[in-house]
Each structure stands twice: as C-alpha cells, then as structure tokens.
C-alpha cells in the first residue's frame, strides 16, 4: 500500500497551457475538447491573458503574453508553445509552501499572488521539480 505523506492527496485543479496567439487557440481546444471556453480574464501584473475551460474533475488554462518580456512570452521564446504548468489545487497554501519548503522544495514567490479564476497563487522553481513548473492554488473565498 502507498504511504501517504499529506491527509489527502492533490487534485490537479488545472494545467497550463502557452501560446502564441488567442483567437486560433482558443477555438482549436474547444474543438478538441468538446466545451466552449467559460472564461477568459487578464492579470496584468504577470502579463498574462488567461482563458479557461471546465472539463471533469479539472480545467484547461490556456495562457497568452500580453506584453513582450512577460513570463509567458519569455517561455515561448525559448521553449515555444505548450505545457506550461501543472496546478494543484490546496485548501491552505500558506501552510502548503511551510510543509514544501521543510522538505527542500524552492520557490519562485514564496508570497502567495492573486491569480487568475479567483485564486491564490504561487509557484514551485522547475529546477526543484524535475523540469516541472508547478502552481499551488487556493480559492479566494
Ligand atoms: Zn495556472
């Protein structure tokens, strides 16, 4: 039997998905999905347009640049279009990043950010995740 180190395990609450231009994108993955995207809002501070899609269980998230330089245009530039992030989703985040840190995990902003979709946010540095960059994210009640 697996050990579990947490009270219960995480949900995948979305992944991320860069790319390079909205109108093309967002009407190919309704395609293939089958679901219109519900919907799609800018967080300015991180350069980000954000648009997202409910599927069963989690959500798609695709995710353009706004402004050249911004995280996701610096991703496209050097790794192009896809995966961007894996999130997950944490009742208590403050609490998440104390018990991660504890275990050795580094951090992009160890200060949680209001993301997108009423959340809030944070990330794990990919070099402490094997190449994975992971979001944390709890809903703003
Ligand atoms: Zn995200």
């Known amino acids: ?23 093309q994108a967002q009407t190919l993955f309704a395609k293939l999905m089958g679901v219109e ?7 300015v501070e991180q350069g980000v347009c954000t648009i997202f899609y409910a599927l069963d269980n989690t959500k798609i998230e695709l995710l353009q640049s706004l402004a050249p330089g911004s995280p996701i245009d610096k991703f496209i530039q050097k790794r192009g279009e896809g995966i961007h992030h894996i999130a997950f989703a944490v009742d208590d985040i403050r609490a998440e990043i104390l018990r991660l840190k504890a275990q050795g995990f580094q951090f992009i902003n160890e200060e949680p950010q209001r993301g997108a979709d009423q959340k809030w946010i944070c990330f794990l540095h990919p070099k402490s995740t094997h190449g994975v960059l992971v979001e944390l994210c709890q809903d703003i009640k």
């Open 1 to 23: 039997m697996l050990k579990s180190f947490i009270e219960k395990s995480m949900r995948i609450e979305h992944i991320g998905i860069a790319i390079q231009e909205a109108t």
């Open 37 to 43: 995207s519900y919907k799609s809002e800018e967080v």
